[in-house]
């Protein structure tokens, strides 16, 4: 019951937020409720619906993308800048012992 309950919630996540985002501005309307975490709770659940549909993969793969993005390995060890750290004596015409 529960793996059949999950596999919905996973196939209608889109049709979930959508509707916990119309939740959300429904209670942003009334003058009461408007607070600043409902406002940001609001604009994020927007911008992943919006990245969602947009992109066709959910928001929570975000992350590990990054990660694979930051830890390919590069395999060009030559620096791109060959003058990228240029001794004192040289920057400033030193002579040598000074």
């Known amino acids: 019951m529960l793996d059949q309950i999950m596999t919905l919630a996973v196939e209608y ?39 969602e549909i947009v992109t066709d993969e959910p928001a929570s793969r975000i992350p590990g993308r990054i990660n694979r993005a930051l830890n390919q390995s590069n395999d060009s060890t030559k620096s791109s800048n060959p003058h990228y750290y240029v001794p004192p004596e040289e920057r400033y015409n030193l002579p040598e012992g000074q």
């Open 13 to 51: 996540r889109l049709a979930i937020m959508i509707a916990v985002l119309v939740l959300l501005v429904l209670l942003l309307s009334k003058k009461r409720w408007s607070s600043k975490v409902l406002l940001i709770l609001t604009s994020a659940l927007a911008l992943s619906i919006i990245y």
